[in-house]
């Protein structure tokens, strides 16, 4: 690998590292307006109805022109997003906006890894992504917990310019100048991003004919044997993964007894296990093998179920750990495998925006039901079972999907191609 895949890499975990720290500033907000506890699993949807509603307009705006022109203007929307909490605007509007540049950001921040690199290195490339996003997810939401924490907040509060009046008095304010600066960081690493020399297209300006091709996109990869799985588990991994991160918030509450601040340690936990799972299926996993891996997602749906059974911290942090390794170990091949088939049959850009619109949809599915579980005051645990149960259901019909393909030779030629 390359400086420039580094810059890349560098420029990914400052943005990776702003979006979750300000997801734990927007719930702690929401706490102190004193809103329902179901708008906190809200945030994540207005966050991802970006990613649904414009699924069709941003792959095609990352085709148009070099990615880290793309990826410096999403930044500045996410900086625009900040910006507006900043100034009282309702936390669930604003990281909608934030929601917006991230959606924009997104076929670029993948789209250029199959345009920079050759096939044989996209596991291990995504293997390297998915780590160091999954470390700016723990250390983001450690850095979340701990600008919330009353000690450190007084502490940093005190502090002031000599002659210069910031202006920040609250502890949101300090959170959200801290988090545009981590933007900030990240827009100028993406203003040293190599160009890929990669020819783009001109950006059509009439939406019916961009909806429609979305549209042809969206069936190529879901009647491709190989891309339709891909597809559903990486679908299924991100709405279970956004959900989980509001189950282990209230799990922690209800049965550990810890505050946000502590909360948000243990959702850096199971960031540490998916960073685990996705640096050794790197090492072990190859593209042609990346199918193998699909049980492992039933493995996850049965072993989150042992949350019910655990009621110390001792305990909790262990088997947080082994869930996020084996979800990071079954959907980095897959991410990979689906990338390579996106980009073999439509091109990085169009191909990450299905993708997008497929997982984040989900992602609005799984927490809006989540959502609305807890406003009809269901235990914790009863939604953990479920979850649990219903990953496991979903990924053993995956299973047998691809066991059907297989049994057609379709995907096996397939697999035999990839990487020569």
């Known amino acids: 690998m390359n400086l420039g895949f580094y810059i890349i890499m560098a420029a990914q975990f400052f943005s ?3 979006d979750n720290a300000l997801l734990i500033a927007s719930i702690a907000m929401l ?7 179901s708008y906190e699993p809200l945030l994540k949807t207005c966050f991802t109805l970006s990613y649904v509603v414009l699924a069709a307009f941003v792959g095609a705006f990352a085709d148009s022109m070099p990615k880290w022109r793309v990826m410096f203007v999403s930044n500045g929307i996410k900086i625009v997003g900040c910006m507006l909490m900043l100034l009282n605007l309702h936390p669930l509007i604003a990281y909608a906006v934030v929601g917006l540049g991230a959606a924009a950001y997104s076929p670029a921040k993948y789209g250029i890894l199959t ?5 044989r290195l996209l596991v291990v490339a995504n293997g390297w992504i998915e780590g160091l996003t999954v470390m700016a997810i723990i250390l983001g939401t450690m ?3 701990m600008l919330i924490k009353p000690e450190i907040a007084r502490t940093l509060l005190s502090f002031d310019f000599p002659i210069i009046d910031t202006g920040i008095d609250t502890v949101a304010e300090m959170n959200l100048v801290i988090i545009g600066a981590l933007y900030l960081i990240a827009a100028l690493f993406n203003l040293h991003i190599p160009n890929t020399g ?5 950006l059509k300006k009439n939406p019916v004919y961009l909806l429609h091709d979305f549209y042809h996109c969206m069936k190529l990869l879901w009647r491709d ?17 956004a959900t989980l991160q509001f189950i282990v918030i209230e799990w922690s509450r209800a049965g550990l007894g810890l505050d946000l601040s502590k909360a948000s340690m243990l959702q850096g936990v199971v960031a540490l296990g998916v960073g685990l799972g996705a640096v050794l299926a790197a090492k072990l996993i190859s593209l042609r093998k990346s199918v193998k891996v699909i049980p492992l997602g039933i493995t996850m749906g049965l072993v989150v179920m042992g949350m019910i059974f655990v009621r110390h911290t001792a305990l909790a942090v262990p088997l947080l750990v082994l869930i996020g390794m084996l979800s990071g170990f079954f959907v980095v091949p897959m991410n990979a495998l689906l990338q390579h088939r996106g980009h073999v049959l439509m091109g990085a850009g169009h191909s990450i925006a299905v993708q997008n619109f497929n997982e984040n949809l989900s992602i609005l599915v799984m927490t809006s039901i989540y959502s609305a579980m807890i406003m009809a005051q269901l235990s914790i645990y009863t939604i953990i079972v479920l979850f649990g149960l219903s990953v496991a259901g979903l990924m053993l019909l995956v299973k047998r999907r691809h066991e059907m393909n297989q049994s057609q030779h379709d995907s096996v030629a397939q697999l035999d191609n990839l990487g020569h």
């Open 16 to 18: 990776a590292l702003a």
């Open 198 to 202: 990669v020819d783009h297209k001109p």
């Open 225 to 241: 044997k190989l891309g339709q799985i891909s597809l559903a588990v990486t679908t299924l991994f991100w709405g279970a993964g």
């Open 115 to 119: 345009e920079y690199l050759p096939a």
């Open 31 to 37: 706490r102190n307006m004193h809103e329902p506890s």
């Open 143 to 145: 850095l979340g917990g």
